[in-house]
């Protein structure tokens, strides 16, 4: 389908969302909207459509400069405008005038709630793929269950890139599959309003992102949504970097694997084993600079002999244990591509990998380990136990 029709469909299919409420209870979202009820109008909060909470991940900072793509009704600009505070900016991004007019009436309201003299929130009409903001303007840009809607993510990613400062992040959430979608949900037309036809593979997701320039990206969440026709649908959220070229630089040129995985792949390739000591990357140097990724490693002025003696060694076996299949199944989540644990299990990221029930047990005991893991009984996802309101075409 061109790109212009399945901007129609969608922009049809919201617009009608904007102005009926649908009850949507199969989106794992995790807002806690008694709190967001203080400042944000019902109405808003009832024409909110996204599958995470990406600013819930406390990913804003005060004084930011915030742009949400698809913002809808603006749930998460205005969450974002409580984050970034009066010295702050927001810009919301929508091509649905419906969905414009209640946010834009609603932000002078949610701005005089959060006590600030200026309205310092904008919604702009345009489209993902050709963002009507200039180069280099925006800290961090979330979004929530849009980019799957997208006729041309390429483009979105590219522009998501350009429009980023430099050490600036992005922070999605959005609809993910473990299959291909066949080409007869693509040209559904129902479909793609219903988040289903455009979404990618994880791995075909974040090769997008790459492929847009982002220096790494890591997989914060992974949660089961729905299963169509066999087809396992996933939301996520990922965040991802844009690091300063020529601004700070790591001092120390070696690194070393601790653990707790016996072995680690980076996403360039690069692979770690525990306790083997390497020379500072390019790649590496730009990871490192982020000190959420820095504590997983150990930093040395030199080479550095590690055994199982120094104090972050680490390790992942799970011992005994009866070990019994009853349909556990881990995703690993995080930074590396693919890690292989001391019992010999591989894990690629955002690939479902099924675990025995002592696996599933260590994992929920070892949060050292577990952290890596977003874990899900299939069985409980079996499209015959998810409720009827679960079934309703939104994401
Ligand atoms: C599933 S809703 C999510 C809205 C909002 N993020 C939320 O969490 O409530 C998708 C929104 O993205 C908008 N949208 C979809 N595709 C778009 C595109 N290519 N460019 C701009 N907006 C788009 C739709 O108009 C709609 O408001």
Redesign the pocket.
């Known amino acids: 389908m061109p790109e212009s029709a399945i901007?129609e469909i969608?922009?049809q299919k919201?617009a009608k969302a904007a102005t009926t409420p649908e009850t949507c209870l199969c989106g794992p979202t995790n807002y806690d909207k008694k709190a967001l009820s203080d400042f944000i109008p019902k109405e808003v909060l009832d024409?909110?459509?996204?599958c995470g909470t990406p600013v819930g991940l406390s990913t804003v900072k005060p004084g930011e400069t915030v742009l949400?793509?698809?913002?809808?009704?603006g749930?998460?600009c205005f969450q974002a405008l409580q984050g970034v505070g009066p010295q702050g900016r927001v810009y919301g991004?929508?091509?649905?005038d419906e969905?414009l007019e209640i946010a834009r009436r609603n932000a002078p309201i949610v701005a005089a709630n959060l006590g600030h003299a200026q309205t310092r929130i904008e919604f702009l009409k345009?489209?993902?793929?050709k963002i009507p903001l200039e180069d280099e303007t925006i800290d961090l840009i979330i979004s929530?269950?849009?980019i799957n809607?997208?006729p041309d993510k390429d483009k979105v990613f590219a522009e998501m890139f350009r429009v980023l400062r430099p050490g600036g992040r992005f922070t999605i959430s959005d609809i993910v599959s473990d299959q291909p979608v066949p080409q007869y949900l693509q040209v559904d037309p129902a479909k793609w309003g219903e988040?289903l036809s455009g979404a990618l593979l994880t791995r075909d997701y974040l090769a997008a992102i790459d492929g847009a320039g982002f220096d790494f990206t890591e997989l914060t969440t992974h949660s089961p949504w729905r299963i169509i026709d066999g087809i396992n649908f996933f939301s996520v959220t990922l965040t991802g970097h844009k690091v300063r070229v020529n601004g700070e630089a790591i001092v120390e040129t070696h690194v070393t694997y601790p653990g707790p995985f016996k072995r680690a792949r980076l996403a360039d390739g690069t692979e770690l084993n525990r306790g083997q000591c390497v020379a500072v990357s390019p790649y590496l140097s730009k990871i490192l600079l982020h000190p959420g990724v820095r504590n997983q490693f150990v930093l040395s002025h030199g080479p550095l002999a590690m055994d199982s003696n120094h104090p972050h060694w680490s390790t992942s076996s799970r011992g005994e244990g009866t070990c019994t299949w009853r349909g556990d199944y881990a995703v690993l989540i995080g930074l590396f591509e693919e890690v292989e644990d001391d019992d010999g299990h591989i894990f690629s990221r955002g690939i479902p990998t099924e675990i025995c029930s002592a696996t599933d047990v260590f994992f929920q005991k070892n949060a050292a380990v577990g952290s890596w893991f977003s874990r899900v009984n299939r069985q409980a996802t079996d499209p015959a136990e998810v409720p009827e309101s679960c079934t309703v075409s939104?994401?």
């Not at 949400?68 to 009704?73: H, P, T």
Request: proline share 0%; aromatic share 6%; hydrophobic share 35%.
């Open positions: 901007h969608v922009s919201y024409i909110s459509y996204g949400d793509i698809g913002s809808g009704g749930i998460d991004l929508d091509m649905t969905m345009g489209v993902a793929e929530n269950c849009v809607l997208s988040c939104c994401c």
